[in-house]
């Protein structure tokens, strides 16, 4: 499968037929993150909210990547992904 762009990607991902493992699921929004808006510069989550947790240090472990580093390599993981999830 070729997939040409990072609006492409993201839409293939809906398509999955079964649910990928939370690192690949993490690893896809730290990536996309990354390539849409750059370094993550919020605020941590606070408190015992978990998941919002996980997602800042998922895009936090790109800081410094360029977008369009990120961005083919969230195509590439999605590419790879959908081998196994379409």
Not at 18 to 37: F, H, I, M, V
Not at 54 to 66: D, V
């Amino acid at each position: 499968m070729t997939i040409s762009n990072l609006e492409e990607a993201k839409n293939l991902t809906q398509k999955f037929t079964s649910k990928p493992k939370n690192e690949d699921l993490l690893k896809l929004y730290g990536l996309y993150k990354q390539a849409t808006e750059g370094d993550n510069d919020n605020e941590r989550p606070g408190g015992f909210d978990f998941k919002a947790a996980a997602k800042y240090n998922s895009w936090l472990n790109f800081k410094g990547t360029p977008k369009e580093e990120a961005e083919a390599s969230y195509i590439n993981l999605v590419d790879e992904l959908a081998n196994e999830h379409l």
